[in-house]
């Protein structure tokens, strides 16, 4: 993730780190759950880039709510107790 204009607050287990423009960050695989929120009153641009090769299902860890790869290779969201949502 990389912070091209403005500021954005990265979350990543119990911690934050507010991140402005120039910054970066990088998420190992099955590693601490981790979101941004823009926590000012001004736009942001950020570059994410990664691959979700051979994943099947994303967990988010402070909603409930799974991403379940489906047979038509398409993303569906559930409750993480499976019900559709």
């Known amino acids: 993730m990389y912070v091209l204009s403005g500021e954005v607050t990265l979350y990543v ?12 960050a990088g998420f190992r695989a099955n590693g601490t759950p981790h979101h941004l929120k823009n926590n000012s009153t001004d ?33 569906v969201f559930e409750h993480k107790n499976g019900e559709p949502y």
């Open 13 to 24: 287990g119990e911690e934050n780190y507010l991140m402005r423009a120039g910054m970066c």
């Open 43 to 75: 736009d942001a641009t950020i570059i994410e880039v990664g691959t979700r090769v051979s994943c099947d299902a994303v967990s988010y860890a402070t909603d409930d709510l799974v991403a379940v790869m489906g047979l038509n290779g398409q993303w």
